[in-house]
């Protein structure tokens, strides 16, 4: 037990980088958070635990994105009360999690993740034949949490109550001077858990940051290791990468350092399609300015995007085999999709919403005033019309076309009464409504009954 104790105490300290004069300790005049901008919830978090007798800070992202003058889209909390300790304290709070056990504390629409300090692995914690950490619930103190943390300029720790911020790896610093710094050394910290290089990237990108050389010198050799990675974890990263408003400077850092395999495995295939990354550069960038702009931003978009010209290909070569449009289109989709899934596991309601873009693209190209009607209805219908304004952009499709549905999708319900009856004017004038009017077959009179047809005839003969 004593020669467990001696164990993990040295690999602490080993993983710990050394801090001569402690943490420090900047007020607000030094760090310029404005309290307005902090989540109510989290401070009643901290609040709370802290009437309890337990520390408790926000921390992370938050502080990192607050300092940086950023709007954080989510607020967590550490603490040294431990789960059991943590959830009876609050009227709506669940345990989650295996590798890494912590509190979902409910608010409505917001959940803060509260979680406990944790301390640096040690030589018994479990891990995989590279190194990954497969359980992390080795509680520890403030100290040790901060130093178990990826990088610097996110072991910062915010009090709502005092508005101080406590940074013990200099991490403030780091964030002025925009630099993405390994706390520990890089090579074992990637090791431990390699999503840690696609969280530099796309730091370095959201806060058109560099990455340390250190830092960045064992990304590109150790990129394989992001394999044995759970697919899902892979494909939540790569949608924060993609929705970090910095979309196509995380993907061009990707290709350099070579993630883009393990994680966006159809890329190369994508871009190697004539005019395709210029078409994947206008979907990035559209996705950029609606994050910039507070806007939401749709996965299903972005992944109908990367696929697109894909599914075009297919679709086109199936129809000069002979099958009708309709049914081409749905037959490519369904090969595409399904042939990259088995790298990168789209979750289901996605790949739907996506078909659903896709379908409508044939739609449009001619369809009558009811068929539109019932197009209005679907869920999908604005981020189609979305796409179909990309496809003009990029020149697929007349701008003007596409223009005519955007126009449409903006109407209130008067609008588009008025549109699509314009739109039914015309195509009569023009004779084409899209479909032939079926005309009903005549009635042929009904035979005269036997009896009288012979009566008649004997009076015919005499």
């Known amino acids: 037990m004593l020669k467990k104790t001696i164990r993990g105490l040295v690999a602490r300290l080993r993983a710990a980088p050394r801090v001569p004069s402690g943490p ?13 901008h902090v989540s109510r919830h989290a401070i009643k978090v901290c609040d709370v635990l802290k009437q309890h007798g337990y520390q408790a800070y926000i921390v992370g992202g938050a502080v990192r994105d607050l300092i940086a003058g950023l709007e954080p889209k989510d607020f967590d909390v550490a603490t040294n009360a431990t789960p059991e300790q943590i959830r009876p304290l609050f009227r709506r709070a669940r345990i989650i999690g295996r590798r890494f056990r912590l509190v979902h504390v409910v608010f ?24 990954r950490l497969l359980r992390d619930n080795l509680f520890g103190t403030h100290e040790e949490d901060a130093a178990r ?36 050394d890089p090579e074992t ?46 494909f939540d990263e790569l949608i924060k990468l993609l929705t970090c408003g910095q979309a196509m400077n995380c993907l061009e850092a990707m290709r350099r350092e070579n993630l883009h ?29 609606r994050v910039r702009t507070g806007q939401s931003v ?21 129809c000069q085999d002979g099958e009708p449009p309709a049914q081409a289109l749905a037959q490519a989709a369904d090969e595409i999709v399904t042939r990259h899934n088995r790298r990168l596991p789209i979750q289901k309601r996605i790949q739907a919403d996506m078909r659903d873009i896709w379908f409508m693209q044939a739609r449009f190209e001619r369809s009558t005033p009811r068929a539109i009607w019932r197009m209005l209805a679907q869920p999908r219908f604005r981020a189609a019309v979305d796409f ?68 008649k005839g004997e009076a015919g003969a005499s």
């Open 108 to 131: 409505g629409r917001e959940i803060i993740e509260t979680s406990t300090f944790r301390a640096a692995a040690d030589d018994d914690t479990p891990t995989d034949d590279h190194g």
């Open 189 to 234: 910290r990637y090791r431990e858990d390699p999503v840690r290089m696609l969280r530099a990237l796309r730091f370095a990108a959201k806060l058109d940051a560099r990455i340390e050389p250190a830092t960045q010198a064992p990304i590109r050799a150790l990129a394989p290791l992001l394999d044995n990675v759970p697919a899902s974890r892979r």
């Open 149 to 184: 943390r990826d990088f610097t300029l996110n072991a910062l720790y915010y009090d709502p109550l005092t508005e101080e911020v406590i940074d013990f790896h200099g991490g403030v610093q780091d964030l002025q001077q925009r630099v993405v710094r390994m706390i520990g």
């Open 388 to 455: 179909l304004q990309l496809r003009a952009e990029a020149r697929e499709v007349d701008s003007v076309q596409a223009q005519w549905w955007m126009d449409l999708a903006d109407a209130d319900q008067a609008g588009r009464s008025e549109m699509l009856t314009a739109l039914q004017e015309k195509q009569q004038a023009g004779g084409s409504t899209g479909k032939k009017r079926r005309r009903r077959p005549r009635r042929r009179p009904a035979a005269a009954p036997a009896t009288e047809t012979a009566g």
């Open 24 to 36: 420090l300790r900047l007020a607000r005049e030094a760090h310029g958070i404005n309290p307005r």
């Open 261 to 289: 395999t393990p994680v966006l495995p159809m890329l190369d295939e994508a871009l190697a399609l004539e005019g395709n990354e210029e078409f994947i550069a206008l979907a990035l960038e559209r996705t950029d300015v």
């Open 298 to 318: 749709s996965p299903s978009f972005l992944f109908a995007a990367l696929l697109w010209r894909l599914v075009q290909q297919r679709w086109h070569a199936l």
